[in-house]
Nanobody, 120 residues
Framework: QVQLVESGGGLVQAGGSLRLSCVVS????????MGWYRQAPGEERELVADITSGGRTNYEDSVKGRFTIFRDNAKNTVFLQMNSLKPEDTAVYYC??????????????WGQGTQGAGSS
């Protein structure tokens, strides 16, 4: 059973920083992509950033230059460093893990979500 457990959310002043962590447990084989998504009230869930097994990263345009996704493979943990937070970054942040077989997603896992907010 694969489990994702997030931590590190909170409320900071605009311009502040937060670091989210997601610890993955369970047996995982194959090509994986780990990512962070967010969902603001009344909005759809959107991709914030993701990172492949090989370390290639991808960011949503509004967070480029402010957020950094990175992983510690030895600790099975993926992080999202969020700097220069803005009020519009306020959302519930979800950790996600996708397992691929070639280009097909065979498994898709979510964490429980953690609140992240940058107050004005």
């Amino acid at each position: 059973q694969v489990q994702l457990v997030e931590s590190g959310g909170g409320l900071v002043q605009a311009g502040g920083s937060l670091r989210l962590s997601c610890v993955v447990s369970g047996n995982i084989f194959g090509m994986i992509v780990m990512g962070w998504y967010r969902q603001a009230p009344g909005e759809e869930r959107e991709l914030v950033a993701d990172i492949t097994s090989g370390g290639r990263t991808n960011y949503e345009d509004s967070v480029k230059g402010r957020f950094t996704i990175f992983r510690d493979n030895a600790k099975n943990t993926v992080f999202l460093q969020m700097n220069s937070l803005k009020p519009e970054d306020t959302a519930v942040y979800y950790c996600n893990l996708k397992i691929y077989d070639h280009s097909i997603v065979t498994h898709n896992y979510w964490g429980q979500g953690t609140q992240g907010a940058g107050s004005s």
